[in-house]
């Protein structure tokens, strides 16, 4: 079975700072996705930026980037520049694949605080 | 385009009460999540349907959880009789379908549940 691994439950960051938040994973797939949600206090998840395991080059949103190493198995995010709404619970996401139903399994999360 | 809307936000019930939670997908998505999120955790998966039909119910406690999804488009999610240990929030999410699934989910805003 799949498992996602977040081994900071917090992290902190100066404003206009950059921060790395890191995540691992287990599988046998060789072929899956990989994501980063942000969930702020108002609960819903927002998708901050998203990898496919068949793509080497790392996926960049903006201020979001990762760093993909898919024989490590891991899969962390940096946020470049900070910003007081970047402030939130951070989950690294894996998408099973199609025949198991492509559900998507969580990380245990990262509240990353933002100080001005 | 309307997101997912879950209804309703808050609720407190008493253990061995009952409780529905609703949710309402994005017009088209065919595939419907069903996350329970207890504090501190990520999401974990209840139970997914493809239209109207279950594709993975395995983590779902079949003893007082139950769910449906009539006519593949909106769905309710019930609890009876409610335990003190169900207390977390409840979110749903809908994707397009089961194919490469390239943009995620999109999430509810959750239903938070107290059982006291």
């Known amino acids: 079975a799949q498992t996602v691994t977040q081994s900071q439950p917090e992290m902190s960051v100066q404003e206009a700072e950059t921060v790395t938040l890191s995540c691992t994973y287990d599988?046998?797939?060789?072929?899956?996705?990989l994501f980063w949600y942000k969930q702020p206090p108002s609960r819903q998840m927002i998708l901050v930026i998203r990898q496919e395991a068949y793509k080497q080059q790392n996926a960049t949103e903006n201020r979001f980037s990762v760093n993909f190493q898919k024989a490590a198995k891991s899969f962390s995010l940096k946020i470049s520049d900070s910003q007081l709404g970047d402030a939130a619970m951070y989950f690294c996401?894996?998408?099973?694949?199609?025949?198991?139903?492509?559900?998507?399994?969580f990380g245990q999360g990262t509240e990353l605080s933002v100080k001005p | 385009e309307a997101g997912v809307a879950q209804s309703p936000r808050y609720k407190i019930i008493e253990k061995r009460q009952s409780v529905a939670f609703w949710c309402n997908p994005i017009?088209?998505?065919?595939?419907l999540y069903w996350y329970q999120q207890i504090l501190g955790q990520g999401p974990k998966l209840l139970i997914q349907f493809q239209n109207n039909g279950v594709v993975d119910d395995s983590q779902l406690p079949k003893d007082r959880f139950s769910a449906e999804r009539l006519k593949g488009v909106d769905s309710t999610l019930k609890i009876q009789p409610a335990k003190l240990e169900d207390s977390a929030v409840y979110l749903c999410a809908s994707s397009l379908g089961r194919d490469r699934g390239t943009y995620g989910y999109t999430f509810g805003s959750g239903t938070r549940l107290t059982v006291v």
């Open positions: 017009s088209g998505h065919a595939t």
């Open positions: 996401a894996y998408r099973v694949g199609l025949n198991q139903g492509g559900k998507l399994i």
């Open positions: 599988t046998s797939e060789s072929d899956y996705y």
